[in-house]
């Protein structure tokens, strides 16, 4: 045979290389197993000394019974039993024979019936409970035997007596049989006879010294001596545990593991074989978890993948589960002939005691899951995935394989190796790895391939050709490369697609999780949303830093710290590219303003220290671990060319944002790749300038070249089905979450049944969640979930939660509802008439279902722009009277009439591309309507077009009708307040969504708008309790409200699941874990930033932003330092229990704490530092009382050095440096410095 040889979990290697050629394989020719792979019986005794001392216990009722069977007949032989029972006959006592018969017949036919109800009670009740009725029907039956003066009562015992030794029969053997391991079955077993025959030996010895006792006492000490026994059975009965099969067949599974416990030898952990709960659980060994574990572990076709023992050893299981593994092994030998398979599993059962159990993943019907039964003889799995691969509409996405591998030789599988590369269709992203003789799939070299094509096509491959797709040239089979948005979810094709996507939170929340493996398994779930929809590069993650709390884009971001950032977004980057898509993070480098962001040079504006230490340190960090396919930026040499490439080694692309060249010549010269989304500034343009000598064509073929090593490898592969991932979604949620303030134990929230709290929840949030940010990174969900539904799902008296919406927390104007709509036809919506201005008929006519349109650049066939006008119509009919809102959003002159009458004017708005995209309130014009409930009012927009193309960017042509109905705000208010006085507690969300913070601008300020600021301390005035959920990406002041509430809780942009998450948290089913990625400073004026940001315009007409903080950016900084202008530091967050370093768990729950390291600078250094920076962290989840050594890598070179801007490199100084971890600090000395420069 071919013994598998696995490696222990123990000695598992972080470098641990999975392959064929690695497998360990010996073979060996067994005929016989050897008797020291075998358990003897004592050895097991030994072991399982609990067990022993159960059985002796259980057949203490077989005792019972010899003794009852043998007291009868010894006592009919009584002088004194005759004289109570007999009758006289001819002088002579005789119990009459009718009466010995129906004592025993019915003895042993009420014995009978205890069986076969001890079968039913024990199966419905447990098996427990027949010992509880043996008990008492003995003491019941023995009583009235002890009492009784007539045959005829004591008849009556003996129906009592006989059930309870029915009852007593059927569940000691029950009982016995599930809890004894197999190798000592048959010894448990057999003390039923052992205890019977001693039970008789008493029964002889009680009634032996009483035969010529001539009064009653004589019979009835014998029938009360049985009472020893059931009163032995009922001391024992509360420490006896239940039967774990019954448990088990019960559905009780936390009971029947207790129950395991209580059965197990010392030391034993039955809830081992609960190895990992998750796909990739924080508690696997580093290295550990692989993509192909949702495709069999061990490998369709990762042949010979060598995995540890993992799980619970079978041998040390309680016999009920090794019957379970028995009987699910056997049900994977079917196969086989019958004498085989008895034979196999022989061998199966014999090596149980190097046989493991372990189960991977979910419990539930849409969870990926498998459980592997491992040992040197056989592996069994069973495996519940996304069907990845398929993409099949029925049956449902979700599918279940098996594997069975018996040792063969170690061929397993060796016929599908040929496959891989057609299975695994790679999307392989190698570019680092390729050199320039590296061949494509045509069997050409790249520089071959480069002759071929001509300068237009050249130029064609360095310029996307729609807002998701880079262009490819068909000729030569170039294939072009399908980008996509965003790292909340994968968004389809088209800027205007309008398919829903995962809606995973935003990336500020990720920052707070401070969980690596997390992340990476969100890359590797991007990647397969990426493949879904076709895309072969997804543009994530982003990595600029948390300088400024105004930033538009920081909620799309990590953190304030280097580090955080690029070691978070290289578990992103690494789950993406292990899946075989490419990932391609943004932007490169200082995108922090959105104001004017395309046309700020952070070469002005950033000293190289600060560049260096702060901004591109995140990308240092981030390239160090991964081998990126892409880097977002736009035309900065000295950093594409000089530290991207030259120092730092990349092998990538490059390519621009969207609509962020504006030159044809320095970007190509400055080593631009690729322009996005549109030839603008290329196409004929830069054939022109290759042509006039302004670009050189050697600069246009370098360029050419990594856009062919990046077109290497790429699929055709269409749209591949994946699981849905709620839980994910929910597991970034909750993980994110961050417990800012909790006083007088307003959390968590008791919504139990016996002491449940009256819950008010209370704000728009709470009735229409918060999902995302705006812009690029947005995300449309697939599915939302109120959170008041489901606080009353979560309660278990959904009476005792009320809501109310409070004030309206919108920036702008929602489009009108199609329910109010009406269009010419009776249909719900509106007409849209499209005219040419040459001709006075209408070019084209439509219904919409919303009264909107929106078109980029792309327009209606035949619509001339400029030239032409369009109009929209409908009858619209308001539920309510009063003084109603309707807008317009529109990019031309428009006129907006109601009944015949115009009501509001506008002119053309003029704005740029971008701001159309992202900033929608600039287009909008609103005015108030006097209308009434019920009567329809007939509504006309007419709007010009554009009047000229805007040029080198695509034209916008667009107009929508909105429409909002009236409503009292300080009713609204009252209404909040009146239910939080008559509640326990009151929930309030609040803060910003998408239509605050969003790409595309910056904030104003970072307070809370005023009438949220307005309800929340209304609201807190009259609440018992008041609690806090803010939803939002950038830090809030909160100082107008912050000590007027109980509990304060972050739940950032939270994705489609972060409803279910926040009441998970608030409700004490989830223990907060998240920690603040940023600095929350008390105000704005706080902030180091505050002074140096946004980017503004100067009066020469450049552009100019400041980072005159230099290197003090967040906790950095001396304001932050200084501690009274810091809210919540960086790295903050509270939870339901607490930690000590080690760390332990000294609280009552279950938690994952954060252990982070920070390094502090050398007394002797020669340049003013930061008073201490992040170098390393780790986050543990602990059981209570859990305790856990945390290890932390820390790169000394990385951790002690600062950028010397004379010597241009890093440099590190000798000296004493400090390490604080957990509020401790440990100096150590450096006593040689050095320099560096590289990557």
Known sequence: MTQIQTANVKDYDDNFVIGVDKANVSHAEVSVLPAKQRMSPWDCMRKNPKIVLLTLYANIGSAMVGYENLALSVCLAMPAFRMTFASEVNGTLIIPAHWQSAWNATYNVMSMLGSVVAGFRQDWFGRRSVFLAAIICSVTGTAINYV???????????????????????????????????????????????????????????????????????????????????????LGLPFVPESPYWLVMKGKQQEARRALQKLSPAGSNVEAALVYKLLKDPSMPKGRWNHDDQRHLCGAYRDN??????????????????????????????????????????????????????WIGGFGNEDAFYYRIQSPVIIVEFDHHSGVFLTNEEPAKFHI??????????????????????????????????????????????????????????????????????????????????????????????IEA???????????????????????????????????????????????????????????????????????????????????????????VCNDSETLRHFYDVRHSADSRTLREVYLAAWQHLLRTSDLVGIMMAENRPLMEGVLRAQWGYKGITMSDWFAVHNTAVPIQAGLDLEMPFPIFRGARLVKAVEAGEVAIGEVDARVLKMLEACHGISTEKSIVNE???????????????????????????????????????????????????????????????????????????????????????????????????AKDGRPGADVTYYNDDSPEPLLEEHQAKPVVWMLGQFKPGLKVPGSRLKITTNLTPSTSGDHTLAIRCTGAFTLSVNGETVLTGSDKGIPTEQFIFNHILLETGTQVSMEAGVSYDIRLDMAGPPELVIGEPTPYAASLCFEEAYDEQQAMANAVALARTSDVSVLYAGRDEQYESEGFDLDDIRMPANQAALIKAVAATSKKTVLVLHCGNSIDVSAFVDDVDAVVLAHFPGKEGARAVVDVLAGAVCPSGRLATTWFKTLEDAPSFGHFPARKLEDGSVRIEYAEGVEVGYRSSQAAAGDRVRWPFGFGLSYTS?????????????????????????????????KELKAFDKSMLQPGESRTAELAVDLKVACSYWDENEVAWRMEPGTYGVLVGGHAVPFSVSKGSSWNHL
């Open 148 to 234: 009784a003066e007539t045959p005829a009562v004591f008849l009556g015992g003996k129906i009592v007596t006989g059930f309870a030794v029915g009852l007593v029969l059927a569940g000691t053997q029950t009982y016995v049989s599930e809890i004894a391991p197999l190798p000592m079955r048959g010894i448990a077993l057999s003390a039923n006879t052992i205890m019977l025959n001693l039970g008789l030996l008493m029964a002889i010895s009680a009634t032996f010294s009483r035969i010529y006792i001539m009064d009653p006492s004589a019979f009835r000490v014998v029938f009360a001596a049985a009472w020893v026994f059931p009163g032995l059975l009922l």
């Open 724 to 822: 849905k991932t709620n839980r994910l979604a929910w597991e970034l949620a909750a993980s994110g979450i961050v417990l800012l303030k909790n006083e007088q134990q307003a959390l968590p929230i008791d919504l139990t049944q016996s002491s449940a709290d009256r819950v008010a929840v209370i704000g728009e949030f709470a009735r229409d969640p918060v999902i995302t940010g705006g812009g690029s990174a947005s995300s449309t969900p697939q599915y939302r979930s109120s959170p008041i539904d489901l606080w009353k799902e979560a309660a278990d008296n959904a009476e005792r939660v009320r809501c109310s919406p409070g004030v309206r927390t919108r920036r702008i104007k929602p489009v009108a509802d199609t329910d109010k709509l009406v």
């Open 498 to 588: 309008d398919l829903t996507t995962a809606s995973f939170p935003n990336t500020a929340c990720y920052g707070s999780t401070w969980d690596a493996e997390l992340l990476g398994r969100l890359g590797g779930e991007l990647a397969c949303q990426a493949r879904m929809k076709s895309a072969q590069v997804v543009l994530v993650p982003t990595i600029n830093i948390h300088r400024d709390p105004r930033g538009g884009r920081n909620f799309e971001c990590m953190s304030e710290d280097p580090l955080l950032s690029g070691h978070l977004a290289g578990a992103v980057v690494n789950g993406i590219q292990a899946m075989g898509v490419g990932a391609c993070p943004k932007h490169f």
């Open 401 to 494: 394989h098996t594997l069975l591998r018996t040792p063969n030789g170690g061929d397993y599988g060796m016929a599908l190796r040929p496959l891989m590369e057609g299975m695994e269709q790679g999307f392989v992203w190698e570019v680092s790895r390729h050199s320039r003789s590296h061949r494509d799939k045509s069997g050409m070299t790249f520089e071959e391939l480069l002759k071929e094509l001509t300068l237009e096509e050249k130029v064609t491959l360095l310029s996307g050709r729609d807002f998701s797709t880079a262009a490819g040239v068909e000729r030569l089979g170039i294939p072009p490369i399908r980008v996509a948005d965003s790292v909340s979810g994968i968004r389809p094709a088209g």
């Open 1139 to 1171: 930690f000590h370093v080690t760390v332990k768990n000294t609280g009552r729950v279950a938690g994952q704490e954060v252990v982070q390291l920070y390094a502090s600078p050398a007394k002797e250094t020669a340049v003013s530092r930061p008073g």
């Open 305 to 358: 993948r060598v995995v540890p023992y993992e799980g619970i050893l079978v041998g040390d299981m309680a016999p009920a589960q090794q019957d379970l593994v028995s009987q699910i092994m056997d049900q994977y030998l079917l196969y086989l002939p019958e004498q085989a398979r008895l034979a196999r599993m022989e061998q199966v059962k014999a090596w149980y005691h190097e046989t493991y159990f372990c």
